[in-house]
């Protein structure tokens, strides 16, 4: 078993505080990801759950048991770590064998234990190899075996794959996906990409400042995100954000004027925003329609075309907008420089967020995704 609880957790390193108030509970055999920009805390947290860092505030149960005092080696929970941390004198067999070794393990358990967790992650052919003469992603592979042997109940993940070229990467995050449903363990991972936390878990945990700002499954922040910030963070490209006035507040639509005079009834509930001040839209690069079946539009120019092959990213400037909206297209649209371009709005797929950041609730509904 492997379910964690953390209640009220927080961190501080002498007088300055990391983070607090974080409430948490990870089932058994879930995949969850710290994600997050950089210094918001994920590492902290993580290394507080390994036993790495004590814990200033809270309480932390693995299956009911609190573990706050508990040693890091005596905990049922083993980490990966970014840096591999391989011993370079030692052959991959004897590294992964080596904590076992420490714990006085039996050793046809060992070899048992090793040779099972080298078939699991292709390593059978390298295990008389020193680290030297590994690739990074076998290396990596090597680091997670050696935690694999040991069993744990929870594994923790510190950005494993931050040290890999683009396309190991992607091979990696297959292979831990993979790993994942062979061994159903708990798996906590930590990434400041939002690529890999979209594609391994099954709910995310977007920290900020130390807290979390939401948690859910990657399609429910994505869809459905709480705070400019959550929005911003998730999808790729980044969403496009303008500034617009509050026209007329209300439970099922709020109308706004946008850049150019256009009015737009955003599907949202902005009852708690006023007439008048201003707000934030919140549109996705593939949220555009088409003119003729918009809403609203606004008239722009395009800078850039990126020819991605399936898909194509046209960075657009608007008159009266500081930053470039992105639009995605058809990997075969044809656009000339700097031709004009008229973006369809529809309200129904458009967010809107008040001036202190917080989404007005969408009132629209995203088969199986949940809010
Ligand atoms: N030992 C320490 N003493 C003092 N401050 C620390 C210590 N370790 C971390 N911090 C601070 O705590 C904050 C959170 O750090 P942490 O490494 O958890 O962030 P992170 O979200 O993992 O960042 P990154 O993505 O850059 O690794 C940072 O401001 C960092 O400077």
């Known amino acids: 078993m492997g379910r964690l609880t953390l209640e009220g957790i927080g961190k501080a390193f002498g ?3 990391i983070s607090r108030d974080i409430d948490l509970t990870i089932e058994d055999g879930e995949f969850v990801v710290f994600v997050g920009p950089s210094g918001c805390g994920k590492s902290t947290l993580l290394r507080m759950i390994a036993g790495l860092e004590d814990i200033t505030q809270g309480e932390m149960c693995l299956d009911g048991e609190r573990i706050n005092e508990i040693p890091p080696q005596e905990r049922d929970i083993g980490m990966v770590f970014q840096s591999y941390a391989l011993y370079p004198h030692m052959s991959v067999a004897e590294n992964m064998a080596f904590g076992l070794k420490l714990a006085r393990t039996d050793k046809a358990e060992i070899r048992r234990r090793v040779q099972h ?7 059978s052919e390298l295990l008389e190899r020193r680290p030297k003469d590994l690739s990074g992603g076998q290396r990596q592979r090597v680091a997670i075996g050696r935690t694999l042997v040991k069993e744990p109940a929870v594994f923790l993940f510190d950005e494993p794959l931050s040290n890999l070229d683009a396309a190991l990467r992607v091979d990696m995050r297959v292979q831990i996906a993979e790993l994942h449903k062979r061994l159903q363990a708990t798996m906590i991972y930590v990434t400041h990409d ?26 429910s922040l994505y869809h459905f995100p709480r705070t400019l910030e959550v929005a911003e963070f998730i999808g790729s490209p980044r969403i496009n954000t303008l500034s617009v006035e509050v026209l007329d507040p209300g439970r099922l639509h709020t109308a706004v004027r946008l850049p150019g005079g256009a009015t737009l009834q955003v599907a ?19 949220d555009f329609v088409a003119p003729d079946q918009a809403e609203a539009t606004l008239q722009a120019r395009l800078m850039v075309a990126e020819k991605l092959g399936y898909e194509t990213l046209a960075h657009l400037q608007v008159e009266g907008v500081e930053a470039t909206l992105t639009q995605r297209l058809d990997g075969l649209a044809h656009l000339d420089d700097h031709q004009a371009v008229t973006l369809g709005l529809d309200g129904k797929h458009c967010h809107l967020f008040g001036a202190d950041g917080s989404a007005c609730p969408r009132q629209v509904e995203i088969p199986g995704v949940t809010h």
């Not at 690529?195 to 499954?217: F, H, K, Y």
């Open 194 to 219: 939002q690529v890999e936390a979209m594609t391994l878990a099954d709910r995310i945990v977007l920290l900020s400042g130390g807290r979390i700002a939401q948690v859910g499954a990657p399609l």
């Open 15 to 17: 007088e300055v505080e």
């Open 117 to 123: 967790a080298a078939e699991m992650l292709h390593l």
């Open 268 to 286: 949202v509930d902005g009852a708690r925003l006023k007439a008048g001040e201003r707000a934030t839209l919140g549109v996705r690069a593939e």
